[in-house]
């Protein structure tokens, strides 16, 4: 019998998955799912996943030749848990085939020393801690660009299986019961009063992080996961940062923002709002918004858990309504104060009040060797199918065991009436499928839309970069029909796609902008935005309105590269001139201004840098309601083509009097062209009427006036506005204005 490759076999031996003596016991599997096949590597993975000796997590790593991957530091991992990226978990072997771990890491960008100097005392404090509840890290360390932390995994003693998160019982079960949740809350304040003893913090208590062993040595057992990991990674909570939107369900008002701190009562926070979403079923800020739930519990109290769970004890909601308080120095002053307001646990509610024994133990990767359990487990089932069906005859219905509960209904309040009874005549036809596709969601901040639409517009919102990019060989439209594509996120990219208005919603009742952004730092690339040209000459749609997240910072950037607004289309609406406009090789054809403010800021000078850009039709380069004397708006126009018609390079609506749109208004070109008979500045008085002032001083140095001609009509693609000639000789080869077609 062939065996595994060279490559395979050195893996193997390197990472120590798989001895000779593994190899020869699983032959027998390796005949069977080869039967007459070549002896390719995957039928040895197959193999070795079928005899124990690999899991399919490791088998997809080697089958993709990215077995170096599935180590860390000295630790091979063996299975990846359901997490998110803060941290990611990773059940693992210890070295030399030691006891079974739980392996967390987290990605450190910048500043990772620092952040492992801080992992390093957290970890030495945790040490000191005694908690059965607790889970204590063994070793921790940096691997390439990352720390990572290993601790004991419980359950199953021989792979550590069995242990589920608060996350799976709430998915599992649905909301807990009121005595559930005090006995989780009791233990839990008894690991943070041992913690916060010793110093350390944990901040980031949520459902992910509190694990559950149903079988561990005969009884249920709680575990508090990753303590201080995240708070070491990133002391505060900042939107510069991806963060995964559960990762905001707890998050302390005070330790929000640059100035933001983690304290003993933050941790108490985070666990007040743990208990009122395990009895509700529930975040208390269910927005899907980051930045809208980071502002909620600033700006939010949260209200009393008994309107969502009117069954919880006064006990248990006055605890709960004392830990989420916004201001800390109302919240109980420690974890050993908290616990005194629950009081003594009666001998009752220590009898019924279970929750860790009463989740199911779900093993995996492992066939059943009884028939007898087989058996066994087919008669349970048939018999709970009877026991079900008697019920369901009963009561007439199925209640949703997963339903999440909402708000008491009012008293006098009626249901619904009831459907009206289908006929005989009544024809079953399928509802036509939308005409829009909706938007994937965003996987790690990123869309990649790999199909042509189009796609409906809708919000999007994250803590860090938000990308939406067009597959290869992909053209995508995302068709702008009810509301815009709103994006709220500290960073932008979109790259590759066409953002088009709906014919329907153009004539009915236009939208004032397409696509709505709310960022630090925008990047646009190869996209189109594009119009049909309007009935009506009123106000026209924006394509971008862009509004800073953070007026008061210096980082504040939009960047277009190759990119068309198309038809009856304003450009780019910027609401503060705390930002940059840069655009290289932009096409405006048509109606409506590259760039339009909707009224002026004096605050500071907005600069507007253009490269190898056309603007061609009835298009002022910029253009604004009102200017003041005291405003400052500077354009750097480099190879540039302005063929303006109808219309003033730069325009407004009302100008204040005495105010000079030169002195507003200053154009710093090279080698740039406008077209014969453009005025620099205007006043828009009406749709057709425009009065621009007497002006025979020449135009600034290294902007030239003549005839332009170009490739095609203006209402062509990108290449018809191509120019093609002029009647004063240029001195380079490569004429100004835009090059060729970027679609």
């Known amino acids: 019998m062939d065996s595994p490759s060279k490559d395979l076999l050195a893996q193997l031996e390197t990472l120590g998955l798989a001895s000779p003596r593994d190899l020869r016991q699983c032959q027998r599997h390796v005949r069977w799912l080869a039967r007459d096949l070549p002896l390719f590597d995957s039928v040895w993975l197959d193999a070795l996943v079928r005899g124990n000796v690999l899991t399919p997590f490791q088998s997809r790593h080697l089958q993709d030749r990215t077995g170096d991957r599935l180590r860390i530091d000295r630790f091979t991992l063996a299975d990846e848990l359901v997490s998110d990226d803060l941290p990611r978990m990773f059940r693992v072997r210890g070295p030399q085939g030691g006891q079974p771990l739980l392996l967390s890491t987290i990605t450190v960008p910048t500043d990772i020393e620092a952040a492992l100097s801080r992992l390093d005392e957290v970890g030495r404090q945790l040490r000191e801690c005694r908690s059965a509840d607790l889970s204590i890290p063994i070793q921790w360390g940096r691997d390439a660009d990352r720390l990572f932390v290993a601790s004991a995994a419980e ?232 026991g079900t069906l008697a019920w369901i005859h009963r009561s007439g219905g199925i209640a949703d065991p997963l339903s999440v509960p909402g708000p008491l209904a009012a008293p006098d309040r009626l249901p619904a009436p009831a459907s009206p009874p289908r006929t005989a005549n009544a024809v079953d036809t399928a509802p036509a499928p939308p005409r829009l596709r909706p938007l994937p969601p965003l996987k790690n901040g990123e869309i990649v839309l790999d199909h042509p639409g189009p796609w409906k517009a809708g919000r999007l919102a994250m803590i860090g970069p938000v990308r939406i990019l067009a597959a290869a060989g992909v053209r995508p439209v995302i068709e702008i029909e009810q509301e815009p594509l709103h994006i709220a996120a500290e960073q932008v990219i979109l790259a590759g796609i066409e953002f088009r208005s709906a014919p329907a919603a153009l004539a009915k009742n236009p939208l004032p902008v397409l696509l709505a952004l709310d960022a630090q730092r925008v990047q646009i690339e190869q996209c189109r935005f594009v119009v049909p040209d309007a009935s009506s000459p009123k106000v026209l749609p924006a394509a971008i309105r862009w509004t800073l997240i953070d007026e008061a910072a210096a980082n504040g950037r939009l960047l277009l590269k190759k ?44 600069d507007i840098h253009l490269r190898r850009s056309t603007l061609r039709g009835a298009c002022p380069l910029v253009s604004a309601a009102r200017f003041r004397s005291s405003d400052r708006i500077a354009v750097h126009a480099d190879h540039c083509v302005f063929a303006v018609e109808a219309a003033a390079l730069f325009e407004t609506t009302t100008a204040e009097p005495g105010s000079d749109l030169r002195r507003i208004l200053t154009i710093d070109p090279q080698a740039s062209l406008l077209a014969f008979g453009t005025p620099l500045q205007g006043q828009r008085l009406g749709p057709t009427r425009l009065e621009a002032p007497q002006d025979d001083s020449p135009p600034p140095a290294g902007l030239a006036v003549d005839e332009l001609q170009f490739a095609g009509d203006v209402t062509g693609a990108w290449d018809a506005n191509r120019l093609t000639g002029t009647t004063i000789p240029l001195q380079e080869e490569v004429p100004p204005g835009i090059g060729a077609s970027p679609f």
């Open 155 to 386: 359950g199953d003693s021989r792979n550590g299986e069995g242990t589920h998160s608060l996350h799976d019982l709430l998915v599992r079960r649905g909301r807990l019961a009121d005595a559930d949740v005090e006995a989780i809350a009791r233990r839990l304040l008894r690991v943070l009063a041992e913690m916060h003893a010793q110093g350390v913090v944990h901040g980031d208590i949520r459902l992910r992080n509190v694990w559950l062993d149903p079988v561990a040595r005969g009884r249920g057992r709680l575990q508090l996961m990753n303590a201080g990991f995240v708070a070491a990674v990133r002391p505060v909570v900042s939107h510069h940062e991806v963060w995964p939107i559960e990762a905001l369900d707890g998050v302390p008002p005070e330790s929000i923002g640059p100035r933001g701190r983690r304290t003993p009562q933050s941790d108490l926070y985070s666990l007040g709002v743990l208990l009122w979403h395990l009895l509700s079923g529930r975040s208390p800020h269910a927005t899907v918004d980051p930045l809208s739930r980071l502002a909620a519990h600033q700006a939010r109290d949260i209200a009393n858990v008994r309107v969502w769970a009117p069954d919880t004890s006064a006990t248990l909601a006055s605890l709960i309504e004392a830990l989420v308080q916004r201001d800390p120095q109302r919240r109980p002053a420690s974890a050993e104060e908290a616990l005194a307001i629950l009081g003594r646990r009666s001998r009752t509610t220590s009898k019924r009040a279970n929750p860790v024994e009463a989740l199911p133990t779900i093993r995996g990767g492992r066939e059943a060797s009884s028939m007898g359990r087989v058996a066994g487990l087919a008669a349970c089932a048939v018999l709970g199918l009877a």
């Open 563 to 606: 990119t068309h607004f198309a038809g009856d289309v304003r450009g780019i609406e910027p609401h503060s001139r705390a930002g940059v406009v840069a655009a290289d090789e932009i096409l405006k054809s048509g109606r409506g201004e590259l760039i339009s403010f909707p009224d002026a800021d004096t605050s500071r000078q907005q």
